[in-house]
């Protein structure tokens, strides 16, 4: 079953603009790792975020984490048309253990 | 590196028969994880393996289901009797256990069950 709730669904911005991604679970947690799969193809690993971290950047991304509203966003600036995909975010309870995942926010970046 | 591979990347099969996959993780991971992804939705996790000891199993997971990793490598996911309902994207992950935690995920075999 799903951990949480992604939000949008969708989101379709202009190249050069910043895109916002937000997820909430459920439970307690280890962790929280940020993913993007690419149509048709495999999921890829972006960014993890411990429980005891707030913020973390790498790149152009910039993920927070507030476990008291058990909820995270992913923040991508500068957004480029090869950042067209699917972002999930998935919750890791037990270090190393499963990975509970979103359902998904499709970005479309137009050139 | 080669990364993690998943054998076959495709499977058509009819209805009530048996089908099985493999995975062939990184080769220092020690863990190995098994998801499926329906059309829209995120991964939904069915087992994993530390080494060759099956730690967790889905309790969604029917006993049509069974996965072996017999010598701590390679590991198999079969599916007795398939239904229409098992069509699905069947994604592999591997990570190493001292690790940052972050999985590593192969291309994926795509059941379609006629």
């Known amino acids: 079953s799903q951990q949480g709730e992604e939000d949008p669904q969708a989101l379709s911005i202009q190249e050069g603009e910043n895109a916002t991604m937000n997820c909430s679970y459920k439970?307690?947690?280890?962790?929280l790792q940020w993913y993007r799969q690419n149509s048709g193809r495999g999921l890829v690993h972006l960014i993890l975020?411990?429980?005891?971290?707030r913020e973390k950047h790498s790149g152009r991304l910039r993920v927070t984490l507030d476990t008291s509203k058990k909820s995270s966003s992913l923040l991508i600036t500068a957004s480029r048309a090869a950042d067209t995909a699917s972002y999930f975010c998935?919750?890791?309870?037990?270090?190393?253990?499963?990975?509970?995942f979103g359902q998904g926010t499709e970005l479309s970046v137009k050139p | 590196d080669t990364g993690v591979s998943q054998d076959p990347r495709h499977k058509i099969t009819k209805r009530g028969q048996n089908v099985t996959f493999r995975c062939d993780p990184i080769s220092e991971h020690n863990r190995l994880y098994w998801y499926r992804q329906t059309l829209g939705q995120g991964p939904e996790f069915l087992t994993y393996?530390?080494?060759?000891?099956?730690?967790?199993k889905s309790r969604l997971l029917s006993d049509r289901f069974s996965a072996e990793r017999p010598k701590g490598s390679f590991s198999t996911l079969e599916i007795q009797r398939t239904e229409q309902g098992d069509s699905a994207m069947y994604l592999c992950?591997?990570?190493?256990?001292?690790?940052?935690?972050?999985?590593?995920f192969g291309p994926g075999t795509r059941l379609t069950v006629t």
């Open positions: 998935a919750t890791d309870e037990r270090q190393g253990g499963k990975l509970i």
């Open positions: 393996f530390q080494n060759e000891a099956q730690l967790e």
């Open positions: 992950a591997s990570s190493y256990r001292t690790g940052g935690y972050e999985q590593y």
């Open positions: 975020i411990r429980s005891n971290e």
């Open positions: 439970t307690s947690i280890n962790n």
